[in-house]
């Protein structure tokens, strides 16, 4: 695999394209192309680029067409490559108006290139304190949703299964990196694990691979668009054949945190509109117990996957053995929703 720094050089994506362009946009000829990096994460463990491209057609017209791409060291399982694949399954199964346009996927570098979606992330409704527009496009999110957790999957679609397997490899991850960068909650954190492992074992009938769905597996605000009025779902190297739950409780549980920061005075209220707008939408009957279970579980297990990440994002900020007023309210949210079970 080539190193990915090679993909912001000017020379290789002017030959590259020039020479993919008729595949990607039929009858057009690259004229130009413009590199703009739009995250390098750790020393280029991974990197987004958009690819401006100047483009001429039969007729001489100038147009501009837009592509991201998204790269990573590859290191065992590829979530590049699950975000191309599953995108690219969605679409041909008739999802096209919903999620971007998968154009290649090319193992030498670990690439996942599609056509950039203009539009702006729901998040920016909440930052911006239009709580209302928000709310309002609650609906047409749900409808979004429930179209990929309804699409039939087969075993030749080789979706990923996430199993009890996988969920343990998780949990094992969440807890090194929360031991690693901030020790002091790993106990609390751990006995949150264990009550979930509990919960899991004592219900299992309510964890059963039936219940399973193709799930986006990291369904928040900041990979819903609104482009040009309409839903768009981007960032798909988290889905697997899981429970459709989890997507509910993980948009959930980000929400709520985003909701706490930017309205602290009536967060709550919110929230409450928001799962009743949820929930309406999503189920066709009345919620049950069994369903307000699992969602409940699965708040608490994404959490537990938010406050290891910030564990490692804030770690620059307070030595590991000191109090930091973000890990301080994860925790906070945590021994709530704990008691939620």
């Not at 090319?106 to 996942?112: E, H, V």
């Not at 950039?116 to 239009?130: A, D, M, R």
């Not at 537990?304 to 620059?316: N, T």
Request: aromatic fraction near 14%.
């Amino acid at each position: 695999m080539k190193s990915i720094k090679f993909l912001l050089n000017q020379k290789w994506a002017k030959d590259f394209f020039s020479k993919k362009i008729n595949q990607y946009f039929p009858k057009k000829q690259l004229i130009d192309c413009e590199i703009e990096p739009l995250k390098i994460y750790l020393n280029y463990k991974s990197v987004v680029i958009k690819y401006r491209l100047e483009l001429l057609d039969e007729e001489k017209n100038i147009s501009e067409k837009n592509i991201i791409g998204k790269a990573e060291k590859s290191g065992g399982k590829s979530n590049i490559l699950v975000d191309y694949s599953t995108t690219k399954f969605l679409q041909e199964q008739g999802l096209n108006d919903i999620v971007p346009n998968p154009l290649e996927y090319l193992p030498l570098f670990n690439l996942y290139l599609y056509e950039f979606v203009p539009g702006y992330f729901l998040q920016e409704l909440s930052v911006k304190h239009k709580e209302q527009e928000f709310l309002d496009k609650i609906p047409a999110v749900i409808k979004g949703l429930k179209r990929i957790h309804e699409v039939k999957v087969q075993r030749k679609n080789k979706i990923i299964i996430r199993d009890r397997k996988q969920e343990e490899k998780q949990w094992r991850h969440d807890l090194k990196l929360i031991r690693q960068y901030y020790p002091i909650v790993f106990d609390k954190t751990l006995l949150w694990i264990q009550k979930c492992r509990l919960l899991e074992e004592k219900y299992r009938k309510y964890f059963d691979i039936k219940f399973y769905e193709i799930t986006h597996g990291d369904f928040y605000s900041r990979n819903i668009l609104i482009s040009v009025g309409k839903i768009k779902l981007i960032d798909f190297s988290n889905s697997s054949f899981y429970d459709p739950l989890n997507d509910i409780g993980n948009f959930l549980i980000n929400t709520e945190l985003m909701f706490e920061y930017d309205f602290p005075k009536n967060y709550r209220r919110l929230m409450k509109k928001l799962k009743d707008i949820f929930f309406q939408n999503y189920f066709s009957k009345p919620i049950t117990e069994e369903q307000k279970f699992k969602i409940n579980y699965f708040i608490l297990t994404n959490l537990i996957r938010i406050i290891a990440f910030a564990a490692m994002s804030e770690k620059g900020k307070k030595m590991p053995n000191q109090s930091n007023i973000v890990m301080d309210k994860l925790i906070g949210f945590g021994e709530e929703k704990c008691k939620n079970l």
